[in-house]
């Protein structure tokens, strides 16, 4: 029974200090969606390649 109370505790003051961590965290992280189809985040799953393609697409379309 101790074992459980200290790992609650334990969560409990791990919760505190991100808490407080991301509390003055004033960081400028921006997620940014960009058009580089080499740089793509998602080409493990495949979505990239598709994404690429429907651009190509549209600027075929446009010219």
Known sequence: MSFA???IALLVGLGIVAG??????KGEDEITVGHDCSTCTA???GSCKIH???EEKKKKEDA
């Open 52 to 54: 690429c393609l429907l």
């Open 5 to 7: 109370l200290v790992c």
């Open 43 to 45: 080409a493990d799953e």
């Open 20 to 25: 407080i961590a991301s509390h003055f965290d």
